[in-house]
Nanobody, 128 residues
C-alpha cells in the first residue's frame, strides 16, 4: 500500500486546513489509517486514527474538538479536517496504515509501531 499526503500549507492561528491521505488501495479486513505529526526537534507523535471496518475514530487530547478524521472508501482517501489551528500544531503530518487495525483502539489508543507504509508527509505551518 502506498500513501500520499497533501493539503498542508501556511495559515494563521485560528484558520482551518484539510489534509488528505490517498491510498493505492485499502486492505481487506480491519485496517486502520492514522495521522501522525513531527515537529522540528521532536519525536513523531500520534494525532488521530480511524478504523476501516467500524469507522471508529480516536484522537489525542491536544486535538480533540478541533480535528476530525473521516474516510471516503470509494476514493481510498482519509481526511483530517483541522480547525482552530494553533502554532503548536506546526509540524510535518504523515499518514500510515495499520493492516490489522490493532493500533487504533478505544482501550489502548493510537499505537505508532502498528503503522507503516508512511507517505512523504505534508508541512503544516501555523503562524501566531
Amino acid at each position: 500500500v502506498q500513501l500520499v499526503e497533501s493539503g498542508g500549507g501556511l495559515v494563521q492561528a485560528g484558520a482551518s486546513l484539510r489534509l488528505s491521505c490517498a491510498a493505492s488501495e485499502f486492505t481487506g479486513g480491519d485496517y486502520a489509517i492514522g495521522w501522525f505529526r513531527q515537529a522540528p526537534g521532536k519525536e513523531r507523535e500520534a494525532v488521530s486514527c480511524i478504523r476501516g471496518s467500524s469507522g471508529w475514530a480516536g484522537y489525542v487530547d491536544s486535538v480533540k474538538g478541533r480535528f476530525t478524521i473521516s474516510e471516503d472508501k470509494p476514493k481510498n482517501t482519509v481526511y483530517l479536517q483541522m480547525n482552530s489551528l494553533k502554532p503548536e500544531d506546526t509540524a510535518v503530518y504523515y499518514c500510515g496504515i495499520d493492516v490489522y487495525g490493532l493500533g487504533c483502539s478505544a482501550i489502548a489508543g493510537i499505537t505508532e509501531i502498528a503503522f507503516n507504509s508512511w507517505g512523504q508527509g505534508t508541512q503544516v505551518t501555523v503562524s501566531s
